[in-house]
């Protein structure tokens, strides 16, 4: 029997001021108050909104997650956060290596695998994101990159206390979802990679109310990791309340 207990987790990225925070968790918490518990639920505010969300949700069971995290503790890195004080809010997860910074600000493997290394040191689970651009799968490439992204980037990071994100990056915020079938083929070969039959693999990539039933009833995907979708209570909750066959 599995223990792979599924994450089921929203990256607002950069949306969600304080007061549409509070709003969307007015709606958000009761249509997730029967959802069974054989799940995580966890949602990435930016960081302006963390400390209304952790007061707002405070009592439920909704965890919080960072959209990223600095390898310091403290310095002169500015318009970074370091651990500590995602710690002080009771975050729990961070997001790293998502493909939006590696595009725009050229994160790089060794970067990333830092950050996930800090938030394993301060009691955060990382969640590392890897994936293909489309070129790099139309050339066939595609398990080369992403087995160069899970080597560099988990470099000494202990599974146990991870969560790896597979997003192929063609399907991010375009409504191409990857084949069910083939999301799950790529969520296999990163555990095997890893060498760790209890890694939590996330499948993230225009993942909708639509699709989350057929991919949560994928063998080697555990958990989803949600854009788009997730800004909506409605939506979020009918992913979180996704049905297993
Ligand atoms: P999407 O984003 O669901 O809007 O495609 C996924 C992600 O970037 O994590």
Known sequence: MSVRKPVIAGNWKMHMTCVQTKQYLSQFLPLIQSTSDDRHLVIAPPFTAISTFAESALGSRLELSSQNVHWEDDGAFTAEVSPLM???????????????????????????????????????????????????????????????????????????????????????????TCEASEANRICGLIRKWVDAPDLIVQYGGSVKPGNIDEIMNMSDIDGVLVGGASLDPESFARIANYKRK
């Open 86 to 176: 995602l710690l002080e809010h009771d975050v729990r997860y961070a997001i790293v290596g998502h493909s939006e910074p590696r595009k725009y600000f050229s994160e790089s493997d060794e970067q990333i695998n830092r950050r996930a290394i800090s938030a394993q040191a301060h009691g955060l689970i990382p969640i590392v994101c890897v994936g293909e651009t489309d070129d790099q799968r139309e050339r066939g490439e595609e398990e080369r990159v992403i087995r160069r992204q899970v080597e560099q980037g988990l470099e000494e990071i202990d599974p146990k206390r991870l969560v790896v994100a597979y997003e192929p990056i063609w399907a991010i915020g375009t409504g191409k």
